[in-house]
Structures are given as C-alpha cells and as structure tokens.
C-alpha cells in the first residue's frame, strides 16, 4: 500500500468487467493520518454527498441511466455504496459485510475520524447533530428513500451479525410509509476463516455481474 492517498482499492480488476467503472478516493483521507473515513467529510461538507454529485455529471455527459449504475464495496466501501445509491435514485448497491452504523464499529479508526471530520464534537454530539452521515438507516429516512441493495453477509463474523446486519434490519422496520423503499436482498454465507474479509475476487465479479441484474 503507497505511503498515502489517493487509495483505488481493486482497481486491478478494472479489465475484468465489461462495464465502464469509475474508482475514487475518500477526500477526507487528506484532512488526516487515516486510511478509512467512510466519505464524512467536514461538518460544512459531506464528501460522499459531493461525490454523489460528480458520478451523476458524468452519468450525463455518458448518457447512462441510474438503473446501469451499480456501487459496489466492503466494509466501508460497502458502507459508502448505499449512501451513494441513495444519493444517485435509481442506482443498485452490491455490499459485502459493510458497517450500517459508525458508532457500532471499532472504536480506535472510528474515532480518528470523528476527530478530524468533527473536531471537538463527543461521540453522541456527531449522533445527534450529523446521524444520517453515521446511520444508514437514518439516512435513507432522511432522504425518504431506501435504494435496491445486494447485500453480502458472512454469517460466521458474530460481530458484523449483531453490530450491523441485524440492526440495519430491524430499523429499517420502522421506515415511514410514505418511504420510496426498493428491494434489499440479504444473502448469508458462512466462512469462519474469512471473518470479516470479503469473498474472493472472482466471487465478487460473479455477484457483481448478477448484482447488475436485480
């Protein structure tokens, strides 16, 4: 891995798809010394939300339809993907053992972060003041939208089970009914020396090429 950003995660794989694919880097990795920032940005400015923008000026200038755009990550880049179908209506997130709450995942990378996309803010001060940059949930109740996902869960990582899937699930129950909700497809698999890794390479482009199809 380089000394520092820009960081383009399986941009190895590029040739192996049939599509054209766009790869980025989180702008909020040069506000600090950290390797995951999940897009948050700034308080004036949620990275993920100006990345969101970008994708559809260059949708435009393409001419291709949100129902062609498929976002794809794991673990944060899971995380990151539903925001941006959210953000770009239409579009379809393929995730794999993703964080759908911040505050639920490790403590030490979490809190880096917050310290430097939320300077001198505590923990339940970025919950209460930026919750729908931190939840999943929350933020598709504040878009009032809810995006077609795929989503990937190794069932043998009791912590992604307890801290993130189920509930992920469980609130997304509670979602208003005047809510544009899409499918969510949960597979399970179950891999104990994966852990919280992603399936392997050729596993995601298989997902990712019936992801496409949802």
């Known amino acids: 891995m380089p000394a520092g950003p820009p960081y383009f995660q399986r941009h190895s794989w590029m040739n192996e798809f049939e599509d054209s694919i766009i790869y980025y880097n989180d702008p909020t990795l040069y506000l600090g010394k950290v390797s995951l920032a999940w897009g948050q940005g700034t308080s004036d400015r949620f990275y993920l939300k100006d990345i969101a923008v970008l994708i559809e000026k260059f949708m435009k200038k393409a001419q291709v339809n949100s129902s062609n755009v498929l976002f794809y990550g794991s673990s944060g880049g899971g995380f990151m993907s539903m925001f941006l179908a959210g953000y770009v209506k239409g579009a379809k997130a393929l995730v794999n053992n993703p964080q759908t709450c911040l505050t639920k995942w490790l403590k030490t990378p979490v809190r880096q972060v917050f310290n430097i996309s939320y300077p001198n803010l505590t923990e339940e001060e970025v919950l209460t003041l930026y919750g729908e940059r931190i939840n999943v949930v929350k ?41 544009e909700i899409n499918n969510i497809k949960v597979e399970l698999y179950y891999n104990p020396k994966l852990k919280h890794a992603a399936v392997s390479k050729q596993e995601t482009i298989d997902y990712v090429n019936m992801a496409k199809k949802i």
């Open 139 to 179: 933020f598709f109740r504040h878009i009032n939208y809810v995006p077609k996902v795929y989503y990937l869960q190794n069932g043998a990582f009791q912590y992604d089970m307890s801290n993130h899937l189920l509930p992920f699930l469980t609130d997304l129950q509670d979602m208003p009914d005047e809510c």
